[in-house]
């Protein structure tokens, strides 16, 4: 056990609008060993076809994050008693160069992983869960809790370029890095680019829930879903705001009508505790687009319910090591 936990800057003695904005108003860490969870932001948007301005997204929502308390109002869950959490601070990126940023990314969430952190990471287009997986999957393939009106998992754009938001999860199937079978995506919607689109991913195995399809199940029943695909094994958890309708997250670069409400998302997530989870992100907020500011919120929001239940999942796999260490697979 840990003797020291990182605590938020209490809101009672230095008011929210003070301070310096790192995530959660946690301390700001340099050395990844101190922490076992990393808040990292990841401001960068090059794989963005259409709309950019995810690269402003990690400030906005590290301001935001202020509104954020230390207990979770349901689950009882407080991160900060269970486990060290503090903000990591910003991957390296290069705004010029893809092949660039790329490399940086992975080197940045590598030296995370090798330190035993857990990162959970503020986008960034959809792209930069790429990288992430470079630098934390290699040893073995993860599965992925996806929420996204999206799937993905297209193959090149603008001729044979390999690397877009569109393209994360079929690069990080061919790496090996990604289990499909493993895989569960909610909210899939919106128009597409021919009738063959999702052909990739159901071809490999990925359970596809179309918004049309969870409206008819509900919350329960998908959560059901989720774990009988991703059963107990390491598990992923990649948030895509556009998941959520435009009327909830309006500031995203790729909205899609009829999307899940933030109350649906947050059940959702809720739902994941018990999970084998060992990283999360939220993407796609893009402040240009935002109205208010409502959209970072969003995107903070939810970076505490996934940090309430990563965290219970990292304090029950401390007590797994200590009790029989042999068990633990990360
Ligand atoms: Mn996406
Ligand atoms: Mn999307």
């Avoid at 290699?138 to 998992?153: E, W």
């Avoid at 994360?168 to 061919?174: D, G, K, M, N, V």
Wanted: proline share 7%.
């Amino acid at each position: 056990m840990p003797t020291f936990f990182p605590q938020p800057i209490d809101a009672s003695l230095v008011p929210r609008f003070a301070g310096l904005p790192t995530f959660m108003r946690l301390p700001a860490v340099t050395n990844f060993e101190d922490v076992d969870i990393g808040l990292v932001g990841v401001p960068w948007d090059g794989g963005t076809t259409n709309r950019a301005g995810a690269r402003h997204g990690p400030r906005e929502i590290r301001n935001m994050s202020s509104l954020m308390r230390k207990v979770h109002h349901v689950s009882n869950i407080a991160p900060y008693d269970l486990v060290r959490v503090g903000d990591v601070g910003d991957a390296p990126v290069n705004p010029i160069d893809l092949l660039d940023s790329l490399a940086q990314i992975e080197g940045f969430y590598a030296k995370i992983h090798r330190a035993g952190c857990i990162p959970i990471s503020a986008g960034g287009d959809h792209l930069v869960t790429l990288p992430i997986f470079r630098g934390i999957a290699k040893h073995r393939p993860v599965g992925m809790v996806h929420f996204d009106a999206h799937s993905d998992t297209n193959d090149t754009y603008f001729g044979n370029n390999p690397y877009t938001h569109g393209t994360p999860f079929r690069r990080a199937i061919e790496e090996g890095l990604l289990d499909p079978k493993r895989t569960v995506q909610i909210g899939i919607r919106g128009s597409v680019y021919s009738a063959e689109d999702l052909d990739f991913a159901k071809a490999v195995g990925i359970r596809v829930i179309h918004m049309e399809e969870f409206a008819a199940l509900g919350v329960e029943a998908t959560l059901r879903e989720v774990r009988k695909t991703v059963s107990d094994g390491p598990t992923y958890v990649s948030f895509d705001v556009d998941a959520l309708d435009p009327a909830f997250a309006p500031g995203t670069g790729t909205p899609e009508i009829g999307g899940l409400t933030t109350l649906e998302a947050q059940h959702l997530v809720r739902g994941l505790q018990g999970l084998n989870l060992v990283g999360a992100d939220v993407v796609e907020v893009a402040p240009p687009f935002d109205v208010g500011g409502n959209t970072a919120l969003v995107g903070a929001t939810l970076m505490f319910e996934l940090l309430c239940v990563v965290a219970d999942a990292q304090a029950r796999q401390r007590t797994i090591r200590e009790e029989s260490p042999a068990e633990v697979e990360q």
